[in-house]
């Protein structure tokens, strides 16, 4: 008899992300303007892919894909078809979602409609396969899938009509982990023209921080987020100012992230962040003291300016003037602070968790 697996809200979210990170790895990047939902099982997925991925326009497409006996029927839209593109006018940026991908018929239909959009769904029935996975649809076109479940499988959602089908229940659980090689990470590289139209809107700019093996440690975290630039201000090293400081930075900047940081030097920090703040780019420097606010609880604004100080000394006084918020990072144990390198990436991953609507 078929398994009947019920899926949880949890599992759903949890495919969600699993499969916004595996699009984010594509070759061509993870950037949509829109997320087009097939209606109605593919609601749900939608929404919540289109947060994972800061997507803001949804919208939403009906297929007939049975008569009122369940039977396959020859597929039919239902009202207008969708425009070719979105907002931005690339019809690759175009997100098509549905719950779930078995005979392949409603995604091969849709790429008529929309040959260059990318197609999504959070499981597939079939064959079971590795995940991140793409299978091949009719006329060339591919469907992502954060999962699969044996083509037997019966899958329940949550917003599924109760069933009475006999079988043996379970719950689709988390699909079984496998570590990516190197070579897949370096395949899955976004090109420079996606990282360049998708950077976090953040400068970090490091004022006066004495050890290059820490700048070099920021400039990994800064390319991992994707940061729009790094600003190496007043005594800080950067590559190229001596042989040994270019070294230093070598040994902890690894994966060609000085090449792909956007970067300068700078040497007086205060009237370039003055002429950021008056841009309207708020300004916050991570830093401890009476007047400041636990990290998460910051107004990071749309665009920030990201100060982190010298390891001894902090951030010095006229920057601090500038602040718009001074945040700070706790500590429990007998030490007085955290690497400087360290702060950087816990709030330079807070930021990306905020911009990619998590």
């Given amino acids: 008899m078929a398994q009947i697996l019920h899926v949880s809200w949890s599992a759903i979210d949890r495919q969600a992300e699993d499969l916004a990170a595996a699009l984010r790895r594509r070759p061509e990047g993870g950037i949509f303007d829109r997320v087009i939902a097939v209606s109605r099982g593919g609601l749900v997925p939608a929404a919540l892919l289109a947060a994972h991925l800061g997507v803001r326009r949804v919208e939403s497409v009906q297929v007939q894909a049975y008569d009122g006996t369940e039977r396959l029927s020859e597929l039919r839209l239902l009202g207008a078809a969708p425009v070719a593109a979105g907002p931005s006018g690339d019809p690759r940026q175009t997100l098509v979602v549905d719950e779930m991908c078995d005979s392949g018929r409603t995604g091969a239909f849709l790429h008529e409609l929309l ?16 995940r991140p996975q793409v299978r091949s649809l009719g006329g060339g076109g591919q469907i992502w899938l954060a999962t699969s479940v044996e ?17 043996s229940a379970g719950e689709l659980g988390a699909p079984p982990f496998r570590r990516f090689s190197t070579e897949d990470l370096v395949a899955s590289r976004p090109p420079a023209d996606a990282r360049a139209s998708s950077r976090l809107p953040v400068i970090v700019a490091l004022d006066n921080i004495r050890s290059a093996m820490n700048v070099g440690l920021v400039f990994r975290v800064c390319d ?17 100012v001596s042989e040994h400081a270019t070294n230093r930075i070598g040994k902890t900047a690894v994966g060609g992230s ?14 370039e962040v ?8 708020r300004v916050v420097a991570l830093e401890q003291g009476s007047g400041s606010q636990p990290w998460r609880a910051v107004d990071y604004g ?4 990201l100060i982190l100080g010298h390891e001894r000394e902090g951030v010095q006084d ?20 955290l690497n400087v390198a360290t702060c950087a990436s816990a709030v330079l991953y807070e930021l990306l968790d905020r911009h990619e609507g998590r």
């Fill in 115 to 130: 040959p260059q959009a990318c197609q999504a769904a959070l499981v597939g029935r079939g064959p079971a396969h590795d």
């Fill in 274 to 281: 003055a002429r950021l703040k008056a841009e309207g780019w």
């Fill in 224 to 240: 991992c987020v994707n940061v729009e630039a790094l600003w190496l201000g007043g005594i800080t090293a950067w590559p190229g």
């Fill in 318 to 337: 006229p920057l601090l003037e500038l602040a718009d918020a001074v945040a700070e990072l706790p500590v429990r144990g007998i030490t007085n602070s």
């Fill in 258 to 271: 000085l090449e792909s940081v956007p970067w300068r030097h700078v040497p007086d920090l205060v009237p």
């Fill in 302 to 305: 749309a665009r920030t300016v």
């Fill in 151 to 167: 083509g037997s499988a019966w899958l329940v959602f949550p917003w599924s009509p109760a069933e009475d089908r006999l079988g």
